[in-house]
């Protein structure tokens, strides 16, 4: 039992367009908010403008690339030098499957001018986890033309609900004791008996959980990471009549989707990634996706902001 989970976990779509902007929607991006820190989970071009748009800030603290086709990784390139501009000097983390190296140092290195921040790109395989304080992000292999990942944020289990009447009644003072038997540790009551914080805690509660699946064809390494997730981000690029394409350019249809969110039995799905067919109506991905997966499903649009409830 750490510090207790997240307070904040608020995600704000970017980009939720398939290979071009349209006018209605950006290149694939989405920030999160998570406690102090702000991510990004891919950086298309216009990124940045997105940023500015639906006000997340620019003191992004680590960039989580799905994979390096251009719709997902230009964007980067632009951005950083802004935060140059802008005086940075806090570190930056970039982190993507390989080739992240070599490509983000191209990417970084592009032009003449040089950046004043420390830039850390880091490469990722399935099942690498970083530790983020009260949260991770776990890499989770995916299916694509290309060496791609998903993401699973997990926040840390947090620790039951304290009791403070029962504390009182056993004859704790209020006070530094009860902070004691907030963080695990036993103490001595008024009248000299010992008091664990199993007397006064309720159960641990489990912190939450969302997973991005980036590009992908549907996958069983994505349903067993996003089992009983608090949220599904996936991506929905075809429909039915497409299934050819799909299969062709390893991408998902709304259907195969809502497939993998009843597989993996997660509390909400969310639709993103579309085809320009459906950039304005998407409501066959959503029926198609509603076939398979009877929980609440909805289709992304560029400055979708919401957050994640704690766990009870
Ligand atoms: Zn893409
Ligand atoms: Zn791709």
Redesign the pocket.
């Known amino acids: 039992v750490g510090s207790g989970g997240m307070s904040i976990l608020r995600f704000t779509f970017l980009g939720t367009s ?2 071009q902007p349209t006018i209605h929607r950006n290149l ?1 991006g989405l920030a999160v908010k998570a406690d102090a820190d702000l991510l990004l989970f891919d950086c298309g071009e216009g990124t940045q403008r997105q940023m500015v748009r639906f006000g997340t800030g620019f003191t992004v603290d680590a960039v989580f690339f799905t994979h390096f ?1 251009a ?2 990784y230009l964007g980067i390139i632009g951005f950083l030098r802004t935060l140059g501009m802008g005086g940075r000097e806090h570190p930056m983390a970039l982190y993507g499957p390989p080739p992240a190296r070599r490509l983000l140092h191209q990417a970084i290195y592009l032009g003449t001018e040089k950046l004043d921040f420390p830039v850390e790109i880091s490469e990722l395989r399935d099942g690498d986890v970083v530790e983020r304080g009260s949260y991770k992000v776990r890499a989770v292999q995916v299916d694509h033309r290309v060496n791609a990942l998903g993401y699973a944020l997990e926040e840390e289990e947090r620790p039951g609900r304290f009791d403070l009447d029962r504390a009182v009644a056993l004859g704790v003072a209020p006070g530094p004791d009860f902070g004691r038997l907030q963080r695990g540790e036993a103490v001595t009551a008024a009248d000299g008996r010992t008091v664990q914080p199993g007397d006064v805690l309720g159960p641990s509660r489990p912190g939450r959980k969302v997973v991005l699946s980036g ?1 992908t064809r549907p996958c069983q390494k994505l349903v067993d990471a996003a089992r009983g997730a608090d949220l599904l981000i996936h991506e929905s690029t075809f429909s039915d009549d497409e299934q050819a394409r799909a299969l062709e350019t390893r991408h998902s249809t709304g259907r195969e989707a809502g497939r993998v969110a009843r597989e993996a039995d997660v509390r909400r799905l969310v639709l993103t ?1 579309l085809s320009s067919r459906h950039d304005v109506d998407h409501s066959r991905l959503l029926a198609q996706a509603r076939d398979e997966f009877k929980g609440p499903v909805e289709v992304a649009f560029d400055g979708l902001t919401f957050e994640i409830p704690l766990r009870e």
């Open positions: 398939a290979a694939s086709h719709d997902h590009d990634h």
